[in-house]
């Protein structure tokens, strides 16, 4: 089963709640779909939850972007083994864990973003 760890949860300026979420996953040998990470609502459909807007493939060091979100939807490569990425998530909920393909994980308090990731952009949708 491939392990999956949040990084980090950041702070990001912008005229609606959302941060940006870094991720780790280990061992994805068959792959996942980002789409698929996203956090319930109790009294809403699923349809409605949450899930991640403008993701980035990172290197393994967290220090550069490899593919973004419109260039990994093109290569679903970028999504095996080990893969270290970040995306924005509005909304966010630090009381409930992110859903994701490979079970529940828990989310760190919010820190501020590092200068390394300073080069990743939100733009509102």
Same mark, same amino acid.
């Given at each position: 089963?491939?392990?999956?760890? *949040? ?6 300026? @912008?005229?609606?709640? *959302? $941060?940006?979420?870094?991720l780790s996953v280990r061992g994805?040998? +068959?792959?996942? @779909?980002?789409?698929? /990470? ?14 991640? /807007? ?8 967290? @220090?550069?972007?490899? @593919?973004d979100d419109s260039e990994a ?9 080990? *893969?270290? /990425? *970040? /995306?924005?998530? $509005? ?23 590092? +200068? ?10």
């Amino acid at each position: 089963m491939p392990q999956i760890e *949040v990084i980090g949860v950041y702070s990001i300026e @912008a005229p609606e709640p *959302v $941060h940006l979420i870094e991720l780790s996953v280990r061992g994805a040998d +068959n792959g996942f @779909a980002v789409g698929e /990470f996203t956090q319930e609502v109790s009294d809403q459909p699923q349809s409605n939850w949450q899930v991640p /807007f403008m993701e980035q493939i990172l290197s393994a060091d967290g @220090a550069k972007i490899i @593919a973004d979100d419109s260039e990994a939807s093109l290569k679903p490569e970028l999504f095996r083994g080990d *893969v270290r /990425f *970040v /995306f924005f998530f $509005h909304q966010l909920d630090f009381q409930r864990p992110l859903r994701t393909p490979f079970g529940d994980a828990m989310l760190p308090m919010e820190s501020e973003c590092p +200068n390394r990731l300073l080069m990743i952009k939100y733009d509102q949708p």
